[in-house]
């Protein structure tokens, strides 16, 4: 009665690149990342320790948003008003800190990660892969106001080296998406193999409704003491239970070497 953890490993990138989180279980008539007994991670193979995930309190939580003028718009002011709500509850009692950064660009989120200590960093925009490239991106915005892509390897030199970065958010299209030809592709993976201990993105497109309902049910439930993959159970759930007919649940994916 103890629930069983399901970790993934994977050493060939065409097994990673599979869609794991709808695997489906037809004894119990459900999905697996579904069920609270049955959490899904997926475990980074890397030729050192696994890290803690345990912060001392004030939990610090650095937000970011970027929403160039010339990408699709975003409701990035609901978002940002339902995550203070679900973390209102640890706010108002002084044990967690939600900054929002003021800027869109990779100097601001230079300059705002020299002035942390941060415990998770959470970002709002748009993501993708680069085919050319075969690795991950963000859209962060340029002094004009458009686009401004950086990849998953730039992004990982901004946050490395943050030793209290515990948990990363890519609330954004794609950033868990890989290749068939490198395991280290995605953003997430390129992120947790430059030392972050955990990782949660988007492997697929996924609809400002689904997103905004996740980051709600996934704050929540970290606000009332459960372990990040059960936080992620529960987020899945709420996707489920608030959309009809969607399959938008198996698209967040965990990353980890915690």
């Known amino acids: 009665d103890q629930g069983l953890r399901i970790k993934l490993r ?3 990138p065409e097994m990673a690149y599979l869609p794991w989180e709808f695997m489906y279980d037809p004894n119990q008539g459900e999905y697996l990342c579904l069920s609270a007994d049955t959490p899904l991670i997926r475990y980074i193979p890397l030729p050192r320790p696994p ?7 004030p939990l610090s939580v650095l937000g970011m948003v970027a929403n ?22 640890l706010t108002s009692r002084g044990i967690l800190e939600l900054k929002w950064l003021e800027g869109e660009s990779w100097r601001d989120l230079q300059g ?12 709002i925009g748009h993501g993708g892969f680069d085919q050319k490239n075969d690795q991950g991106l963000l859209i962060l915005t340029g002094d004009d106001g458009n686009g401004d892509p950086i990849n998953a390897t730039n992004l990982g030199r901004l946050l490395e080296g943050h030793k209290s970065l515990r948990l990363v958010v890519l609330n954004a299209c794609e950033g868990a998406l890989g290749s068939e030809l490198d ?3 995605s953003t997430s993976s390129i992120l947790v193999r430059r030392g972050l201990p955990a990782v949660l993105a ?6 400002d409704r689904a997103a905004l309902e996740f980051s709600r ?14 936080a992620v159970t529960e987020a899945r759930k709420a ?9 938008e649940w198996g698209v967040p994916v965990l990353h980890t070497r915690a």
Request: proline share 8%; charged share 20%; hydrophobic share 45%.
């Open 51 to 57: 890290q803690s995930l345990q912060v001392q309190l």
């Open 10 to 12: 994977f050493k060939a």
């Open 239 to 247: 996707i489920v239970l608030e959309i009809d007919n969607t399959v």
């Open 68 to 89: 160039p003028k010339d990408y699709e718009p975003l409701n990035v002011e609901k978002e940002q008003h339902l995550l203070e709500q679900a973390l209102m509850p």
């Open 183 to 185: 395991i280290f592709s």
């Open 202 to 207: 988007m492997q697929y497109p996924i609809t």
């Open 217 to 230: 049910a996934f704050y929540e439930a970290i606000a009332d003491n459960l372990p990040v993959d059960t």
């Open 112 to 123: 705002a990660m020299r002035r942390g200590p941060w415990h998770i960093f959470h970002f």
